[in-house]
């Protein structure tokens, strides 16, 4: 009978320490939250110039520099730069034009100034550039923030671009 005991047990240790061997350790689970992601770079400029195209469909109104009230053409531009690029910029068009440093129109960028001539003044209309000519801008009064080319009556009365500096970096925010 000792010997059927024995065996019984070397019968069962020989189970279980195949059932220990076939037992693999727990795998590590790793949650979504513990993998980084890359978060997208946003410039100070695409800041800008969603601050401005944020307004579109706002009436036009002369010397405005609020969302509530309305904008001018600079009223705009000096709003969008503050509140997406925290960039203050002079208060008439002219005065942003003196304030940027020029820029080539094959060099320019989304966020730049654009400038025009719209009343026999050197400078007296300005936008923001949003790319493949195309801008932002507050046009006049009965008018409301819009998105135009630069083609026709525009392309006629450009004067150039500019870049604000300080607005060109990344943010961090």
């Not at 997208?40 to 010397?63: E, F, H, T």
């Not at 960039?87 to 060099?107: F, G, N, S």
Request: contains cysteine.
């Amino acid at each position: 009978m000792p010997s059927v005991v024995v065996q019984g047990l070397a019968v069962l240790l020989a189970v279980t320490l195949v059932g220990c061997s076939a037992v693999s350790e727990p795998k590590k689970q790793i949650s979504v939250a513990q993998i980084p992601v890359a978060q997208p770079s946003v410039s100070l400029l695409d800041k800008v110039v969603w601050n401005a195209q944020k307004q579109q469909g706002k009436m036009y109104r002369w010397g405005g520099t609020s969302p509530v009230t309305g904008f001018d053409c600079s009223g705009l531009t000096q709003y969008a730069f503050k509140n997406g690029a925290r960039v203050a910029i002079p208060r008439t068009a002219a005065q942003q034009y003196a304030a940027a440093v020029k820029v080539p129109r094959e060099q320019s960028q989304k966020g730049d100034l654009v400038f025009f001539n719209t009343s026999g003044k050197r400078v007296s209309h300005v936008g923001i550039y949003l790319g493949n000519d195309k801008f932002v801008h507050a046009p006049r009064t009965g008018r409301a923030i819009a998105t135009d080319q630069l083609k026709g009556y525009w392309a006629k009365r450009l004067i150039g671009f500019g870049r604000i500096p300080g607005a060109c970096k990344p943010s961090y925010s």
